[in-house]
């Protein structure tokens, strides 16, 4: 059995340690306001996937809350790591107010602990199920392309701009830090070398180094790809891929404006949330080592189709598709999280069909043939109306016409599947006042967002009240 080989320990400064917990947790990155051998699960997660930090005397929104580690704590720790299995080297230090534990990426996957087997998922440890062991672990894979580096490719070649975009969009105020100690806290550095999810996302002309790296989005006119009237290449960052995309699904879907209290919202034909986790999970699971190929968004009269290269990942099945979380790029996964435009869990084919329904329109179609290709399908002809006529008293609700458009979407089918939703949420809060979100996920099917989002529209319809703390407290459902 080949053994893992003990990597030279590389302590890290205070610096580093505060440029890391102003990034906040991530797929290298967990806080941990105590010690606690429960720690052993975030051991085996990090080791299972790219090794990472653990910093103990952190809460989860980053503030230091201290903690100080005795000769005893760190016996313990190394203890909980040698009774992993393979027994992993972990690295405990003191830096400042904060102990850090290095993890490093292990070369004997899988590794597990007493309570199984681990894995990070964005700023989260999860539990493996039999399923993703077997998809994850059943061949040691080689070198990702988000992993490696190119030759002639420098810190010369690194846009600052596009660091200062990217920070500035993830929230996250690095002050004076250098280029190298924020790349390199991102871990798309290896070896003083830039590793291509680096690349893909900072680079001053992506398109230069990786050739491959653009999107095409298309407007169609009719239901075949005969006439195209909007096109739109994109050969650049991956940050910039995305806003682009959304802007030009945005430009070429009819919305209706409805108006709420005094403030006008406008709520396009198809979800933008279902469209945008569909871009997002197709720029994260891209084969970027296909050349000649092209991330395409085709909007057509009667849908919207967006397809990537490359498929499934290696060893997900038709299946367990939808049900199993696995990353093709680890890393460029990562830093869409840090930019808020994924969930800490993979649930992005479970959004996308909620967000279809609330709206009350078909369920998208996933296929795959070599490529992974995402359908949403536009509303018919015969559930589209203009909005002065008034079916059914809209006007009188407060929907009018938006400027763009004249033309407005059926709320029927929509408002009943959402008032369905309600019902039962206050049905299960009735039951049980101290019902967490999670549960009532759990429970209805939705996602923690679809549940928080349902709740805050009960609460402005004043149907439902949150009395005393979030943690503590209860429901309380008025009038029930």
């Not at 945008?276 to 968004?297: C, I, K, Q």
């Amino acid at each position: 059995m080949k053994k893992q080989v003990r990597k030279k320990k590389n302590d890290i400064d205070s610096k580093r340690v505060k440029l890391l917990i102003r990034e906040g947790e991530s797929l290298t990155v967990e806080f941990k306001e105590k010690y606690t051998s429960k720690i052993d699960e975030d051991i085996v997660a990090f080791s299972n996937t790219k090794g990472g930090f653990i910093f103990l005397g952190v809460s989860d929104n980053g503030m230091v809350k201290g903690e100080k580690l005795t000769n005893e704590m760190k016996g313990n720790i190394n203890s909980l790591a040698r009774n992993c299995k393979p027994d992993i080297p972990v690295n405990a230090m003191q830096v400042g107010d904060v102990v850090v534990i290095e993890v490093p990426e292990g070369n004997e996957k899988p590794y597990y602990c007493g309570s199984g087997y681990f894995r990070r998922l964005n700023g989260n440890s999860q539990k493996m199920n039999h399923e993703e062991i077997r998809i994850m672990f059943s061949e040691n894979e080689v070198m990702p392309f988000e992993e490696k580096t190119l030759r002639d490719f420098s810190y010369d070649n690194i846009s600052r701009e596009k660091i200062i975009a990217f920070t500035k969009e993830a929230g996250i105020n690095i002050g004076r830090i250098s280029t190298v100690d924020f790349l390199k806290s991102l871990r798309v550095v290896n070896d003083s070398k830039i590793k291509n999810a680096g690349v893909l996302f900072f680079a001053k002309e992506v398109q230069k180094h990786i050739s491959q790296a653009q999107m095409t989005l298309i407007a169609f006119k009719g239901t075949k790809k005969l006439h195209i009237f909007d096109r739109l290449d994109v050969r650049d960052d991956l940050l910039t891929q995305f806003n682009e995309a959304i802007f030009f699904i945005k430009k070429h879907l009819n919305i209706r404006s409805e108006i709420k209290g005094v403030n006008r919202e406008d709520i396009y034909e198809i979800p933008i949330e279902a469209l945008r986790e569909a871009v997002v999970n197709a720029l994260m699971h891209r084969d970027y080592s296909v050349r000649g190929t092209s991330l395409m968004v085709e909007i057509f009269d009667d849908r919207v189709e967006i397809t990537n290269p490359g498929g499934l990942p290696k060893g997900l099945t038709r299946d367990s598709f939808g049900s199993v979380s696995i990353r093709r790029n680890e890393l460029i996964a990562d830093l869409f999280y840090r930019l808020d435009k994924v969930e800490r869990i993979g649930m992005g084919i479970q959004q996308m069909k909620e967000a279809m329904a609330l709206a009350g329109l078909k369920e998208p179609v996933f296929e795959t043939d070599g490529f992974f290709r995402a359908v949403f399908f536009r509303p018919k002809k015969e559930d589209i109306f203009p909005a002065r006529e008034g079916v059914d008293g809209l006007v009188e609700k407060g929907i009018e016409d938006s400027e763009t458009t004249p033309l407005v979407t059926s709320l029927k089918t929509r408002e009943n599947v959402r008032e369905k939703t309600r019902e039962k949420i206050i049905k299960l809060i009735k039951e049980n006042p101290k019902i967490t979100t999670k549960e009532l996920a759990d429970k209805t099917g939705l996602s923690v967002k679809g549940v928080e989002w349902n709740i805050k529209e009960l609460k402005d319809k004043g149907l439902l009240r949150r009395i005393g703390a979030d943690r503590g407290g209860y429901w309380e459902v008025v009038g029930g």
